[in-house]
């Protein structure tokens, strides 16, 4: 099924499209999903898809990315393939529960096990939907912004598919979960999976998100994650965005941390066309701790949007967003965060910088800071740089005999380090240096695939 | 080994070095002294390879060679070797990886292979010793939260693993305590031979107590307005600088 009726408003076509197969959409899903739907519908049609005139979209426009014609698969299309045939993760040593999703749909057959001894679930949203109701009532959708921001409703009133991460009081995963999120189809397509992370009191997980293209189609992903990080839970949640250069990765992800939770995430974008990745941060208790941190190389006409919303809602809490780009050629990008602090939230201590190496006088970047402050007792900062490679110190490295290109690939590489040394998965955060590496020397520009997969690490 | 023939430098339309001539043998130690912003550090920083400055005029031969037209890391290859004034401190890179690279690349110049990782450790080992280094040093980002001689240490301590032919020490010495200096000196000394040459700026006679130079510059406002032997150090301590302006105003 496709989206066509050009001569009607984007809006109205997801909308005519959502409300001719909504029977479909709905089929197979409990209420705790589908009494989402038509809300979102609605307040989709009031927003729209956000062009630069939404302030938050000011360097970013969307639209053009909707405006082709997908296949939207409200069913999932049978890809008769053999997986191991085309992809592997070849981190060494990375021992990891894998989940896959392929275009969005939950990959069964990956998945042998998906309840743990100590409670904790690792499974589709479709699945979860009928087998924990209780906890899909108290969780879905509760912490996205349905209502207001577009892509979420968008995303709402499809959303079919995902994956569900339950970890019961007290527990530790013992190894981190590996969702891979594989795009791979002979047609233009669009993915709108969902995913929700339920981390009760005391819990500890590490979450990773591989994301790859595996065919060269041009593919839209609009996807959204919810976490709820309870009472003292810590989870570190990595991302890595590696898709080619005709995809357009939109991701919306919504965290609720409850008091004494303690949550870094981190974003590594190696490659991609177009992303725009937002988080949305509540800190929904005292004397939280959250990290957000990214890393973006992008070259060519790439472009990456980051967008944080970080909401201190609460007194005592602490959070540190740091951002850092390194953009060649023509490259552009854009960083919005934004820092409120609530009335009530004192003695809150919130920074945020973000740095960028502009290897050309054709890349560019923006960056606009927010702080919104009702508190008066608050430690609060925000920075950002943007230009070249520092002179002095290229200049020392050369002076010891060191070229030119390693110099600044030293140094590239120093600036990178502060975000990958973040990735508390040894044998993840070894293979992300090495590949950075790779990258910044330009190693794996030509390589449109996913580089995860062609990086080839266990053979030299 | 090294002829500076009528150099100028300006940066930025300000004249600083005004036609310098120089010339260093193999084997010689030259101290070059001189007030605060006379040029000493941008004569460094010329022979060393910073392109933040205009050469208007003059040449420098290094070893036949023209060394103007080479490239910062060119000159490291042929055996310069720059010790800072203000060693850099640059986050993120380790001093182990610097190092390994640097040693490297120049082993490359030569026709060499990459050391193997024990010899290469060995030879560290021994450098840390001669300088007296700590050992956790090495283990750090280059330069970063070191302190003010902990840096100066460290440039000897690069000096003794690049083995240059001529080395330039841009007050070197300056902010050391007596036992520090005396262990730079030593460091220099023991380098010291008959192939290699070395030019130690300085603002103090004091180091030269312990390196002793075969001749002694006295550059002032962008000029060499005097040279002698390590007599001329002592004469300078004794009457300061001053002694030197109504000298050359008179002269
Ligand atoms: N990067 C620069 N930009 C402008 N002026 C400079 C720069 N570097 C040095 N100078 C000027 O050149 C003169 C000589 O400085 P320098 O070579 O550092 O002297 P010294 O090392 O003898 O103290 C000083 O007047 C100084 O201010
Ligand atoms: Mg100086």
Redesign the interface.
């Given at each position: 099924m496709s989206i066509h009726a050009q001569s009607i408003d984007l809006k109205d076509r997801f909308a005519a499209f959502f409300y001719k197969h909504q029977s479909t959409i709905r089929e197979g899903l409990p209420e705790g999903i589908n009494q989402h739907r038509q809300v979102a519908i609605e307040a989709f049609q009031q927003n729209g898809i956000p062009d630069r005139n939404v302030e938050d979209y000011k360097y970013t426009d969307l639209n053009p990315a909707f405006e082709k014609d997908y296949r939207t698969y409200i069913r999932p299309k049978q890809i008769d393939f053999n997986l191991n045939d085309i992809f592997h993760c070849d981190v060494p040593a990375l021992d990891t529960h894998v989940v896959l999703l392929l275009n969005g749909w939950f990959y069964e057959k990956k998945t042998p096990q998906k309840k743990l001894p100590n409670g904790v679930i690792i499974t589709s949203l479709r699945e979860a939907a009928n087998e924990y109701p209780e906890v899909i009532q108290k969780h879905y959708n509760q912490y996205a912004d349905s209502k207001n921001q577009g892509l979420t409703a968008l995303n709402t009133a499809f959303a079919q598919d995902g994956v569900f991460i339950y970890v019961p009081r007290g527990k530790a995963m013992d190894k981190p979960v590996q969702i891979i999120n594989l795009l791979m189809d002979e047609e233009p397509g669009m993915s709108q999976h969902r995913n929700l992370m339920v981390m009760e009191e005391g819990s500890q997980a590490k979450v990773i998100v591989c994301d790859h293209t595996l065919s060269q189609s041009t593919f839209l992903t609009n996807s959204v994650t919810e976490i709820y990080a309870g009472q003292n839970a810590h989870m570190d949640f990595v991302r890595i965005q590696n898709e080619h250069n005709d995809s357009t990765q939109i991701s919306n992800l919504y965290l609720n941390q409850e008091r004494d939770s303690n949550v870094t995430s981190n974003t590594i974008s190696l490659h991609g066309g177009l992303i725009r990745n937002n988080y949305y941060l509540r800190l929904n208790g005292e004397n939280c701790e959250n990290k957000t941190l990214g890393l973006y190389l992008t070259d060519r006409g790439q472009h990456i949007d980051s967008y944080v919303h970080m909401d201190h809602a609460h007194p005592h809490s602490r959070s540190n967003q740091l951002f850092k780009g390194v953009l060649d050629d023509y490259a552009t990008g854009a960083f919005n965060g934004r820092i409120l602090v609530r009335q009530d939230a004192q003695k809150t201590e919130a920074y945020q910088a973000n740095n960028n190496i502009l290897l050309t006088d054709d890349a560019k970047m923006n960056s606009k800071p927010q702080l919104e402050i009702y508190a008066d007792d608050v430690k609060c900062s925000h920075g950002g740089t943007s230009g070249q490679l520092n002179g002095d110190a290229l200049f020392y490295l050369r002076s010891r005999g060191i070229p030119l290109k390693e110099a600044q690939l030293l140094l590239m590489y120093a600036f990178a380090h502060e975000i990958i040394g973040e990735i508390h998965i040894q044998p993840l955060q070894d293979r992300i240096h090495e590949l950075t590496e790779k990258r910044l020397r330009g190693e794996l520009t030509r390589c449109n695939y996913c580089q995860m997969h062609c990086g080839d690490s266990g053979k030299n | 080994m090294l002829t500076i023939k009528n150099l100028h430098v300006s940066i930025e339309d300000k004249q600083i070095l005004k036609g310098i001539n120089l010339e260093v043998q193999k084997g010689e130690i030259h101290a070059i002294m001189g007030p605060n912003g006379s040029g000493k550090s941008t004569l460094a920083s010329v022979l060393?390879?910073?392109n933040l400055f205009n050469i208007t005029e003059g040449e420098i031969i290094y070893e036949g060679k023209n060394l103007l037209e080479m490239?910062?890391?060119e000159?490291?290859?042929e055996g310069i070797?720059?010790g800072?004034q203000y060693?850099?401190e640059?986050?993120?890179?380790s001093m182990m990886?610097?190092l390994k690279?640097?040693v490297n690349?120049?082993r490359k110049?030569r026709g060499l292979e990459p050391m193997k990782s024990s010899d290469f450790l060995k030879m560290m080992r021994e450098k840390k010793d001669l300088v007296e280094i700590d050992s956790n040093l090495t283990n750090r980002?280059?330069n970063e939260g070191f302190s003010g001689g902990e840096k100066k240490r460290n440039e000897i301590f690069?000096m003794a693993m690049?083995d240059p032919r001529l080395s330039i020490l841009d007050e070197t010495d300056s902010g050391l305590d007596i036992d520090a200096l005396k262990i730079v000196a030593h460091g220099v000394n023991k380098l010291k031979s008959s192939e290699n040459a070395t030019i130690v700026i300085t603002h103090y006679q004091r180091l030269l107590n312990y390196i002793i130079p075969d001749r002694v510059h006295v550059l002032y406002d962008g000029q060499i307005v005097k040279s002698g032997n390590k007599d001329l150090a002592i004469e300078l301590e004794d009457k300061g600088y001053d002694w030197l302006r109504k000298e050359t105003q008179a002269g």
């Open positions: - | 060393a390879g910073r490239a910062p890391e000159r490291a290859r070797f720059l800072f060693p850099v640059i986050p993120g890179v990886n610097f690279t640097a690349e120049q110049h980002s280059v690069q690049l």
